[in-house]
């Protein structure tokens, strides 16, 4: 592991400094890294093992993003160094055993979002300096602390938001991160326009549909782009840790990152098919980074699959493929017994724009309101995330035509949130027409506007597309297919006729009917 001597074993930093490390439950895998990267006679990780470690050489060859910042890929070519510059401090031989643990827990450790926040925007902050860019973020930084002040335009943003798109990329999917491989960039204008409606001055007010908002001067203020963070994207700064964790895990288990392989051409076509889907690659990361559970990794298989049809395993319903109405969506979604997500594209008022809801049980045919926990989503032109208030548990509402007469019909079709004939999102069983209305309706979710100029009245739209995704994972899936298989089989043996049972022509059912049709009138005697 390139060890230092046995005093240097027993030293109180030592042990703090494994502490530390062991703490974060990576401490094996830096003594592997360690002893694959540090010079066997110096014991140390020469500075230029570590910078190629930590190197984004990697391109894209196309972008779903109608505006795209042209100093992005200088960036990236700086990331590696700003990570070292920050955290990794090595002296005159290179970096000794403490001060690469010292510098792992800097960055990995456990510490408050905020302050992970903090390490992400210093990497980008110094990253854009190093590839001659300017910004309005301002570091300063003393011996004992340092603080993050200024700004960040929408193009700042969008480029430190694609950052964290590349560096999970690279987490998920080491194999394909090879010399100057390449990727999409995914259209991820709904997370910038956000921040801008949240945190820049008058934004609440903007012109949402307005395609330079992206382009402008509207300042971002760093103290209200932590609070938009916190809220609606706490999963952010971990893209930072999980890279620098991905990397060292690489060296440990001695892959070369830097090996060409012609593999490394085959996610650049994929962003380009996946955005067929209402559940592109970039709304699928922009939900992911509000989740921390096991959905989260799900969602990521369909944000990072290098293969469609790895994506379409998790596709449960798509009103365009599978026919629109509740019964097509009730055959498809029925016996999945684990966390969906159902996303709905609309139109009003000239303007498409998309929402989302994420239930973690599966759908039921009731006339009531069910569930234990969910969240709504604004997926476009604006995301938003929109979790349960805790207030009632009115979360989920699928109910289909009862048999028999009902003297008080309850409504038939889909709703989220609300109450029953007040729903907070409701649409009804031909997946036509989609209501929305104002959060005063609704006490289980938090309160917030669903898509640009909400108002208080109900807003009524045109349904242009329903997916269904589930994120229960392999088990859960195999589970309903062969629920699914056992109700296809009913069915067909429920449709069969036992014609043993009819075995002359008197005694058909075809007769009887004839003899009715023909004199209905007669009268028949009971033979006994």
């Known amino acids: ?99 690469f643990l010292n510098g792992y827990t800097k960055c990995c450790g456990r510490m408050p979002t905020s302050d992970s926040l903090n390490n992400l925007l210093k990497v980008f902050g110094t990253a854009i300096l190093k590839s001659g860019a300017t910004t309005g973020l301002q570091v300063e930084s003393s011996d004992s602390d340092y603080k993050i002040n200024g700004y960040l335009l929408p193009a700042d943003l969008l480029m430190l938001l694609w950052m964290c798109w590349v560096m999970s990329w690279s987490s998920r999917l080491p194999q394909l991160v090879k010399d100057k491989a390449t990727f999409g960039l995914p259209d991820i204008n709904n997370l910038v326009l956000s921040a801008v409606s949240s945190c820049a001055e008058g934004g609440a007010e903007l012109n949402i549909w307005d395609d330079t908002i ?48 012609s593999s490394s051409t085959g996610d650049s076509h994929s962003i380009a098919r996946f955005n067929n889907y209402l559940l592109t690659p970039g709304r699928a990361w922009s939900i992911s980074l509000t989740l921390r559970s096991t959905i989260r990794d799900e969602i990521l298989k369909t944000c990072f699959a290098p293969d469609i049809d790895e994506v379409n395993e998790s596709l449960l319903y798509r009103s365009s493929l599978h026919g629109k109405g509740l019964n097509r969506f009730w055959s498809n979604a029925e016996g999945y017994n684990g966390p969906i997500l159902v ?123 329903v997916e269904v995704w589930g994120l229960g994972g392999e088990k859960i899936k195999e589970a309903q297919n062969a629920f699914q298989k056992r109700e296809q089989l009913f069915t067909e043996q429920r449709r069969k006729v036992d014609l043993k049972t009819f075995s002359n022509w008197e005694d058909s059912p075809e007769k009887m009917m004839m003899d009715m049709v023909s004199n209905p009138n007669a009268v028949r005697r009971e033979e006994r």
């Open 343 to 465: 996303l709905i594209s609309a139109t009003s008022e000239d303007h498409s724009w998309s929402i989302g809801a994420l239930t973690h049980q599966g759908f039921e045919n009731k006339d009531t309101f069910y569930g234990t926990s969910g969240s709504l989503y604004a997926i476009s032109p604006v995301f938003g995330h929109l979790t349960s208030s805790g207030k009632e548990k009115n979360f989920v509402y699928s109910h289909l035509h009862s048999p028999g007469y009902e003297a008080k019909p309850k409504p038939v079709g889909i709703a989220f949130g609300g109450s029953i004939g007040n729903e907070r999102v409701f649409m009804d069983e031909d997946f036509s027409k989609l209501t929305v209305r104002h959060h005063a309706y609704d006490k289980t979710y938090q309160p917030g506007a669903l898509f640009p100029t909400q108002g208080y009245l109900p807003t009524e739209a045109q349904v242009l597309e």
């Open 1 to 99: 592991m390139g060890a230092s001597s046995s005093t240097e074993q027993a030293s109180p930093e030592r042990r703090q400094a494994e502490s530390l490390a062991a703490s974060t439950g990576a401490l094996t895998v830096l003594e592997k890294a360690f002893s694959n990267l540090s010079d066997p006679v110096t014991k140390t990780i020469p500075i230029t093992s570590l910078k190629e470690c930590f190197k984004l050489s990697i391109d894209y060859q196309n972008c779903e993003a109608s505006f795209k910042p042209e100093s992005f890929l200088g960036l990236l070519n700086h990331v590696g160094h700003s990570i070292l510059d920050h955290f990794f401090l090595s002296e005159k031989d290179g970096l000794n055993w403490i001060s």
């Open 214 to 261: 992206l382009g402008s001067d509207k300042q971002l203020p760093i103290g209200k782009l932590h609070v938009w963070v916190l809220k609606t994207v706490p999963n952010l700064p971990e893209c930072l840790v999980q890279f620098i964790h991905s990397r060292l895990s690489n060296s440990a288990s001695q892959q070369d990152i830097s090996e060409p392989s």
